[in-house]
């Protein structure tokens, strides 16, 4: 008897547990229902207790990494709460200054996460739609190099595949009082339109740093003010600045003074705080703690509405991916946020400024989130490494079916996130993919391993990142796509460019040498023999070609070394010019040299000299307009 009363007891509670529990999971978000499951809720995703995650943490940091790194600053956040702050090494080598959690680190493209939130902040107000042409927007007239018809909305701007090309100038800038209000950034920094809006992903600061203009536009306020005023004073993040030089927040200025940036060799990067132009796409600067506020009101505790929202509905919607893998069922982006497959699936974004690497990643339906934060350019170890070894290495579902030969997309690679036309357009042949088959399951990715685990899929091996192709009807690889890009085949000569531009060039210089070298020679000649009178025939012509040849390769080095330093159009303008000029002379002595050279008296030796020479003029202008080093 007494037994059956306590079936009796428990039996109904029973059953209202499992109606509480079926109501919880009925509120969860879209994104749950991915098939993500939750780990346990005291330890992370990876399967590390909680109360073990500051040993485990400490223990990665080996001597081994401590002797190349330089700072780094780890928090990580559960249940709307930050479980961990901690920093270590150095702030600033040279002087010995240690990194607390006090000093501030280069936010980069996690800033663009601010971006996206603001928006749907709007969105929920009603402000703004995510599906409406953005020239209703803006003002009218704004955009000067569109090539479609087609409307841009949001969602293209949150997907990258709104089509413009990328830029290498215009970006940065070293002083203060140069930089250019928002607005005026955008129009300088406006690219071309090269893909019709929705088919290619190519990650795009210009896009979201439009996105934030408009918030600025529709909000009627300054979007630095914006989110001081709707993110960051309602966080509580006080030790965070937006502006592109710190004027909201000049203490956070100040601390940045006090933390040097350098290259993955620990190298100092001399110039190593600059000020972005268009600043919604990277300009953001805090501390991890800071940091870690925004995280926990991404992912608040369950029960619980975000600060940030009037609605965790808007939350919701935000969270829930809005672009997949072409052909696939697998999630990319989620209005804005990149999607990434670890032992769970976590929305997220890194960033690199000149000097900063950071990653900001977080798994919506477990409330656990990470962010690390270090003081080096591209560094991996700490920002890829550490979230790899917390958040657990990704398993598949495994594939019964056939699976193609990696062969099949074994090729050479070019990245859509390129400048298609302009004097930039060289450095994506310089920068492709290069997949190469190891057997029929396995390629190198630039000599890094993936293994295909679904037909076309591929999963890093040693960290966690997938690629996918794309094939046309005839079922040959249109593309290659990552969370911010795809890659285009590459096929023909143009495997080749970059190699036959290199030949061309050295062949080229090393002609011009040789006719200066044998010019001046020949020169020096007449000099001691004292051959009065002006050079012969086209002899003149024939040096001033063969310098001007040498001072546009001069011109064109000086101009990659200040593109590499990050300079302005303006600055760069000059060296276009000057590559224009030649072509003109260049074009200038072959016509010259047709009226002139049957004419002239001299041996045959120098008429083939003369000729060479304008053929090389001519190979130098080939170059010069193949690569569009002249706009």
Not at 160 to 175: E, I, K, M, S
Not at 568 to 592: E, K, M, P, Q
Request: net charge negative.
């Amino acid at each position: 008897m007494k037994k059956y009363t306590r079936c009796a007891f428990y039996k109904p509670l029973f059953i209202c547990l499992t109606v509480v529990l079926l109501l919880l999971s009925a509120g969860l978000p879209a994104y749950a229902a991915e098939g993500a499951v939750a780990p346990a809720e005291d330890v992370t995703p990876s399967g590390i207790k909680l109360s073990s995650l500051e040993n485990v943490i400490d223990t990665y940091n080996t001597a081994a990494r401590q002797a190349t790194g330089a700072g780094v600053s780890v928090a990580v956040v559960k249940n709307g709460e930050t479980v961990f702050n901690k920093a270590y090494g150095l702030a600033d080598v040279e002087n010995n200054t240690a990194a607390d959690t006090d000093t501030v680190f280069e936010w980069g493209s996690v800033t663009k996460l601010l971006v996206w939130t603001s928006v749907m902040q709007l969105v929920e107000q009603g402000k703004l739609d995510l599906r409406t042409d953005i020239r209703e927007y803006l003002p009218e007239g704004f955009f000067k190099k569109l090539k479609y018809d087609e409307p841009i909305t949001l969602l293209n701007l949150m997907h990258h595949n709104a089509g413009w090309q990328d830029r290498y100038t215009g970006l940065y800038y070293l002083q203060e009082e140069e930089v250019p209000d928002l607005a005026e950034a955008l129009r300088i920094f406006e690219p071309r339109q090269v893909y019709k809006p929705g088919t290619v992903v190519a990650y795009s600061n210009y896009g979201a740093a439009l996105a934030g203009y408009i918030v600025e536009l529709q909000s009627s306020q300054p979007f630095y003010a914006y989110v001081n005023e709707h993110i960051f004073d309602v966080l509580g993040m006080e030790h965070t600045s937006i502006h592109p030089t710190q004027q909201d927040n000049p203490a956070v200025g100040s601390a940045r003074d006090r933390i040097q940036g350098y290259s993955l060799e620990r190298e100092l990067i001399r110039q190593n705080q600059l000020h972005i132009s268009t600043y919604p796409a990277g300009g953001a600067l805090g501390t991890t703690a800071d940091a870690a506020k925004f995280m926990a009101a991404l992912i608040p505790p369950a029960g619980s509405t975000s600060p940030l929202f009037q609605s965790n509905t808007t939350l919701e919607e935000m969270l829930t991916p809005s672009l997949m893998y072409e052909g696939t069922d697998m999630p990319r982006i989620a209005h804005g946020f990149f999607v990434n497959e670890y032992a769970v699936r976590t929305l997220g974004h890194g960033g690199n400024t000149t000097a900063f690497t950071s990653n900001f990643v977080f798994d919506p339906v477990s409330e656990f989130g990470m962010i690390v934060m270090t003081n080096q350019k591209n560094e991996w170890q700490y920002s890829t490494g550490l979230v790899d070894s917390v958040f657990g290495t990704y398993r598949p579902e495994s594939y019964s079916g056939k699976l193609p030969d990696t062969s099949e997309v074994a090729g050479t690679y070019l990245p859509a996130r390129r400048v298609v036309h302009g004097f930039g357009k060289i450095d994506a042949y310089l920068n492709t993919v290069d997949i190469v088959a190891v057997n029929n399951l396995t390629y190198n990715w630039n000599e890094q391993p993936s293994s295909q685990f679904a037909p076309d899929a591929y999963s890093k091996v040693h960290w966690s990142a997938n690629e996918y192709f794309v094939r046309n009807d005839q079922g040959e690889v249109d593309k290659l796509s990552i969370q911010s890009s795809d890659y285009f085949p590459l096929t023909g000569l143009a495997v080749y460019s970059v190699r036959i531009t290199l030949v061309v060039l050295a062949l080229g210089i090393t002609y011009t040498l040789f006719a200066l070298i044998n010019g001046l020679i020949h020169f020096s000649i007449r000099k001691i023999k004292r051959m009065a009178g002006p050079l012969p025939g086209l002899e003149k012509y024939h040096l001033i070609i063969n310098t001007s040849s040498l001072l546009l390769v001069l011109n064109n080095v000086i101009m990659t070394y200040r593109n590499i330093g990050l300079t302005s159009y303006a600055t760069v303008r000059v060296h276009l010019i000057i590559n224009i000029l030649y072509c003109l002379l260049a074009a200038g002595y072959i016509v010259f040299l047709l009226l002139k050279l049957r004419r002239t008296e001299g041996r045959r030796v120098r008429k083939i000299l003369y000729v060479l020479s304008g053929l090389s003029a001519v190979l130098f202008s080939v170059l010069i307009i193949g690569w569009d080093l002249y706009f």
